[in-house]
């Protein structure tokens, strides 16, 4: 099948492994890239020279295109840009910051731009600095989100009625029904997040992937929205944040709370207790850690399944 | 085409207009089962003897099925379903409330009885009460909805493994695209709310479906989730909301700020200032006032026609 997002990127089928931090190493991105989606490094949260190392290995491990996600707020993102051209990785996916400056840079040395959003608005800007693709990220997705709270359901269409370039939805894209709604939508592609850290291959720690395949319905929340509104799974630290709500604690005060490391301790270092823990909505669709290549064909045979069994009306 | 939900309701379509309050009288429901789908009545904002008036005049204005939205924390519940079983009323929507009671005495006079929820367990609790069929409700909605924040991307796959009857998307349904979205998720229908405010047939105030109409991205928000969580239209009664809550205000202070009759005097009366204007996140969507029937007819049209273009990986 023929369609923008697998012309644009050079892969099979259209479905983006989201770069998200301490889950996204080479080893999740070599092996969803081999299976004939996107993978992506989430450079978010890795040190320069860490993400050197990433890009080679996974240069190593795929022939396959894949690309890295760089959220632009990144403090040394002039370092980040160099080591991504300079190890001559050919697809970028920004998100968090304004994507102006970097995406004239990246395409005048022939890399393909998307650019995370979760409005109509930030689409609009990112479509005019002339990024080749958004992706629309609805409000079930994990970790940080928009203020505008628009879910998947609502946000596809809006942008797609907006923009012109190809659309990528995101947000709630935990099975190939899924994927098969989000197309219906109007999108061209999915980017899938937290089904993918229910992997062998993701460098998430064991005991938060442990704790992904027990969520249910209600386990998640977007909170911390005086700050960057962020999906936590509900743990203790959310407890503390949630009680912290409940004293009328000031911006100033969750702040302290969070501190710095927060994500890191959770999610790569397992510390379920003090650690956050990002996570989207259809976690509580995720029954099983599967290897990657099984989540892209489980999707595609869904997804055709699917299709093949709806029905006209007359 | 037959499906699970037109054998049970015995219309064309799968399409559920919703039985909300202040806009669901006879003209509407009458108008949306004429065209195909299935009218409700939302019983929600009538005194019983308006309901019997409002029955019989959707008799007179249409053969076709229809049926009567009932919130189960109605004062008068007794009162309406006297009526409804008096006026041999054969479709019976349930929600907010226990559905246990009622289903089994509606079923037992030949009623076929559907259950609004906004989560698994209280679609299994419904099941287990003997409904015919669950509307799964997500986030996006408008108007009173689930303190789990659960989108209707993320909810319908889960109910759908959970329960064996007929199941109904509901929440950012706003065109045949987001229904063929539904159905990829695995819904079988689906009720749709805001779209049918924005038609003449619809009892709001000429006003609100302005406003309606006017609305973008970020225009809504569910708030009020110390009393009811309800999504409403940002308006000057949802600022004074938001002063309450930048108060830190006690839940008995916004209890008293919201009052008695807040709903009808903005959804009803036009009163834009002091009324609640309830309404889901599709309103950003919509762009005109086009009559009931064709609301129907452009969700299958559109449904049939995207569906055309999908096509099967390989």
């Excluded at 707020?73 to 994507?99: C, H, Q, R, S, W």
């Excluded at 999108?187 to 997040?193: N, R």
């Excluded at 055709?304 to 007359?314: I, T």
Aim: proline share 4%.
């Amino acid at each position: 099948m023929l369609n923008s997002i697998t012309q644009l990127f050079g892969i099979r089928y259209p479905i983006i492994q989201a770069g998200m931090v301490w889950a996204s190493g080479w080893r999740l991105a070599s092996a969803v890239s081999n299976a004939g989606g996107l993978g992506l490094l989430g450079a978010g949260s890795m040190y320069p020279a860490v993400l050197r190392e990433h890009i080679q290995k996974c240069k190593k491990a795929t022939d396959m295109p894949f690309g890295v996600n760089v959220p632009l707020l990144y403090p040394d993102i002039d370092k980040l840009m160099e080591i991504i051209l300079d190890e001559k990785v050919k697809i970028v996916f920004t998100a968090a910051g304004n994507p102006n400056l970097w995406t004239k840079h990246l395409k005048s040395h022939g890399c393909t731009v998307a650019h995370v959003v979760s409005s109509v608005k930030f689409a609009l800007k990112a479509q005019a600095c002339g990024v080749d693709a958004i992706v629309a990220e609805g409000f079930e997705a994990g970790g940080h989100n928009g203020r505008e709270e628009t879910t998947t359901m609502a946000l596809i269409p809006l942008v797609k009625k907006t923009i012109e370039i190809p659309l990528i939805a995101a947000g709630g894209i935990g099975s190939g029904n899924a994927m098969l709604a989000a197309h219906a939508l109007g999108a061209d592609g999915v980017q899938v997040g937290s089904r993918f850290v229910a992997t062998p291959e993701a460098s998430s720690h064991d005991y938060f992937k442990t704790e992904v395949i027990k969520a249910q319905q209600g386990s998640t929340e977007l909170t911390l929205k005086e700050l960057t509104p962020v999906r936590l799974l509900k743990n203790p630290f959310y407890n503390k944040i949630k009680e912290l709500y409940a004293e009328g604690a000031s911006t100033e005060k969750l702040n302290k709370l969070l501190g710095k490391g927060r994500a890191k301790k959770g999610m790569f270092e397992g510390d379920l207790v003090e650690g956050e823990l990002e996570i989207g909505q259809v976690a509580a669709q995720i029954e099983k850690i599967i290897p990657a290549a099984e989540v892209v064909e489980e999707f595609i045979s869904a997804y055709n399944n699917k299709l093949g069994k709806l029905e006209l009306f007359n």
